[in-house]
């Protein structure tokens, strides 16, 4: 059987989280207490029993110019000892009957590591957003770094429209609402990161700067011109050694970064088809 969870399936559903990902409880919790409510989740049931689990999160996806509903499928997990019995692929197949009925345009996801895109596939989804990658030495940022910048709060509802501006109409991209952008934030704080927001001659820009020594920068954006002011801000808030810079196709130079896959979808009421520059997930949990 499948179906949306019973409040008191939450400590299953941690369970299977554990077992599955081996994150820590406070790690768990903490998606629970922030970001967990039945409605965002589905369960396939062994005997009355949760065994697979996976998250829907409410977000938007541009299509021919207007915000269409979606659905980011996160944390998705077969008790290691149910796993290899169908159970996430009925769950997936569920899943989709659900945003038909709920008019989603589309499903979309993060695989957790490249040799699940293979069994997404299987399941119907195909790579469809790209993201631009940079990776650099600390010495390497520090050469492109200038100082005079403003470091400001990081707030969610700035950030929420600064991406909301910025991703305006770049079909095919994903919008997150304040609420998720806050999650984002807050796991990013919670992970050991830093979210750095600033202010300069050229404009603005900001950053979610995971933990080092090998830091990722889990989405970056910034006004024309800002990106050497956002670098200093980085390299005075994070002491890490190399840095890997995450963003939207198109604001580096070709020279620096390169283009690699950055997310699934799954049409659903929307062929979602895009043109121009390649469309953007970002802000994903992995
Ligand atoms: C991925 C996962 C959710 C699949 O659940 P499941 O109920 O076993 O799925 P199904 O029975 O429908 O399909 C099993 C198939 O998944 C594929 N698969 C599972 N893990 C895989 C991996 N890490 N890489 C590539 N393929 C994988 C295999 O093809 C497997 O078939 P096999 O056992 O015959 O080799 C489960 O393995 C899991 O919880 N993994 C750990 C957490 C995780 O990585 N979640 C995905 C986050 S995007």
């Known amino acids: 059987m499948m179906a949306r969870p019973r409040g008191e399936d939450i400590p299953a559903l941690k369970q299977i989280w554990k077992a599955?990902?081996?994150?820590?409880?406070?790690?768990?919790?903490?998606?629970?207490?922030?970001?967990?409510s039945v409605q965002k989740a589905m369960v396939a049931y062994e005997?009355?029993?949760?065994?697979?689990?996976?998250?829907?999160?409410?977000?938007?996806?541009?299509?021919?110019?207007?915000?269409?509903?979606?659905?980011?499928?996160?944390?998705?997990?077969?008790?290691?000892?149910?796993?290899?019995?169908?159970?996430?692929?009925?769950?997936?197949?569920y899943a989709k009957?659900?945003?038909?009925?709920?008019?989603?345009?589309?499903?979309?996801?993060?695989?957790?590591?490249?040799s699940l895109t293979r069994y997404y596939e299987r399941h119907g989804y195909r790579t469809f957003f790209q993201e631009s990658t940079a990776k650099f030495t600390r010495k390497q940022l520090l050469s492109c770094a200038k100082a005079g910048s403003q470091i400001l709060p990081a707030f969610a509802d700035v950030i929420t429209a600064f991406r909301r501006h910025y991703l305006d109409g770049w079909e095919g991209s994903i919008q997150w609402e304040e609420d998720a952008v806050e999650y984002a934030l807050e796991e990013n704080t919670f992970t050991g990161g830093k979210n750095i927001f600033i202010r300069c001659p050229q404009g603005v820009g900001y950053a979610l700067v995971g933990p080092g020594p090998h830091v990722t920068v889990k989405e970056w954006m910034a006004e024309r011109g800002v990106f050497a002011y956002l670098a200093d801000a980085i390299l005075k808030q994070s002491e890490g050694e190399t840095f890997t810079m995450r963003s939207p196709a198109g604001i580096l130079r070709q020279e620096i970064s390169k283009m690699s896959p950055g997310g699934m979808i799954l049409p659903v009421s929307s062929p979602c088809i895009w043109r121009g520059k390649p469309p953007y997930l970002g802000l994903t949990l992995d």
């Open 20 to 36: 599955a990902f081996g994150d820590p409880d406070s790690y768990i919790d903490f998606f629970f207490e922030h970001r967990f």
């Open 97 to 114: 009957s659900i945003a038909k009925e709920e008019d989603l345009a589309a499903l979309v996801l993060r695989p957790g590591e490249p």
């Open 47 to 93: 005997k009355d029993k949760p065994v697979s689990v996976l998250y829907v999160l409410p977000c938007h996806i541009n299509v021919d110019g207007e915000q269409h509903p979606a659905g980011y499928i996160y944390a998705a997990a077969t008790h290691p000892k149910k796993q290899s019995k169908g159970w996430m692929g009925n769950l997936l197949h």
